[in-house]
């Protein structure tokens, strides 16, 4: 086992750090680090039953996180054009995979075909997550459309896989269907119930011992704990069980923590499965059936996406949201080797030379989408500059709220705005500026910043800024009015969320109880920061700082701090 790892591993960084400094993916290193550890060269043969149960765990714990960071509020928000999306570009690529198979594979018979196409609809959620992740676009529309889009096709695998027996034998799908469906939904209550009742009380009593360890240890048993129930107790895929935890957990104040402190192994796991899925692969036996590789590439990474564009775009969707979301679905995963593995080894519906030029496409279509996404904006911005799918100004240099981006309103472009508002568009959202200095207007407007001369408290200067769509406002400088900014916003957003600056600590809680909802003050910030420095400067841990700042905060906010642990 230690053999495996150690050989997988090695080979993944010293090619992940190659890719980088060639400026691809490092996908695309851990891919040939697989197909590099499958040769005869390292003394006794690398198991890869081991690495692909280590990567199966990379893949559970990555849908893990993505849980934590997708809020069911999400996905409802893209229900509209993730479902009806994701079954017709489902259903197009199951048709022209099935046509590809028939043409140029040997002797198959229709249900083959289909079996095929079937194998290749769906797209990877952890090439997605990566490539979304990398681009900085996880948690943006695009990102939770994308995201919605890969449920859909996970929940559809899930009754593929429960329904191959019916189908293969010939009886009748419909108890079959209904019986998957019910234990999708008791499952769905299942981690709901016990994620607000069982996990919440656990977390809350552990996170009060001073071991961080506990917390960590508590995260991952949960999150491996509903994967392996999902299996056993509902017939469903352990990954689709550790998103729908990740959800619950998401929910809770604990989803901070979970996602920076409990998945520390997550990426490395992560690695693994793109290692076992390079170790798979016959390259040989691809060049013998060339002719089935390339059309099943063009499905993969011309029809599946072009059909994609479409359906967004005949929703009304912005023109960079649909290329954006229909270039991270160019490619075929983890699903696609489950399937394809099991219909062609355990029904035998499907010969070897299929399933490892699917193994093949996967590794081509990973490699192209990763490598090519990031020109994808480049390419929305000259097509927008020609006029194509641009959006249309509500004044100056402001343009109109959409659905692609996130709207974000600065009130104020000193040192601390300027700071927070370079942050935010790093992270591809959008932002607005409110600023008095007719002089600083000039300047960002001059650099294509979307900014706005105006008092932040006129209803009609905030209407300008897009209020209405807008989630949140950030008022970054001490001066400004705070209390009828917020007042003004909300009366016009009920649920915009409203943040705000002061320097004095008593004026904080008066903004509190005026009803902004997050207060920043700068003496505040003072104190922690420089308690903190010297708490570790003294050997404390950063659990220990951590909590110290957290219990103060609370109390600032005229909340009880947390209760210590009750020693035993």
Known sequence: MIHALVIG?????????LAHKLKLSPLVGYLIAGMLAAQPWWGEPVDSHIVEDFSHLGVVLLL??????????DLLAVQKVAVPGALVCMATSTCMGALAFHLFGSDAGWLNCVMFGLCICVSSTVVLTRVLGDNRLLQTPTGHTAVGWLVVE??????????????????????????AAIKLTLLVLCVAFLGRKVMKKVLTYVSRSASGELFTLAVLVFALGFAVLASKGFDASMEFGAFLSGMVLGQSRFASRAASDALPMKDAFAVLFFVSVGMGFNFMGMLEHWELALATCAVAFLVKPV??????????????MAMKTAGSLSQIGEFSFILATLIATQYHMLPDYAANVITGVAIITITLNAALYRFIPRLADR???????????????VPAPSDERH???????????????????????EVVVLEMNIDTVNRLAKAGIPVLHGDARLRSILQMAGVEKAKAIIITTAAAPAHDIAE??????????VMAYTTYIRNARLLRSQGAETVFSGEEEVALSMASHTLRSLGATEEQVARECADNRRRLAGESPAQPATPA
């Open 64 to 73: 893990f996180g993505v849980g934590l960071q997708f809020h069911i509020k």
């Open 407 to 429: 709207r974000i309103i600065v009130v104020g472009y000193g040192p601390c705005g300027e700071i927070m508002s370079g942050i935010l568009r790093k992270y591809d959202l």
């Open 154 to 179: 996970d929940i559809f695998t899930i009754l593929m896989l429960v329904l191959l027996p019916v189908i293969i034998s010939g009886k009748e799908p419909g108890p079959a269907l209904g019986s």
């Open 383 to 397: 097509l927008e500059k020609r006029g194509v799918g641009a959006k249309k100004n509500v004044v100056g240099n």
């Open 307 to 320: 059909v994609a564009y479409i359906v967004i775009r005949v929703l009304g969707k912005p023109l960079r």
């Open 9 to 17: 591993l090695t080979l993944a960084l010293v090619l992940g750090i």
């Open 488 to 497: 003004s916003a909300r009366g016009l957003n009920p649920g915009i969320s």
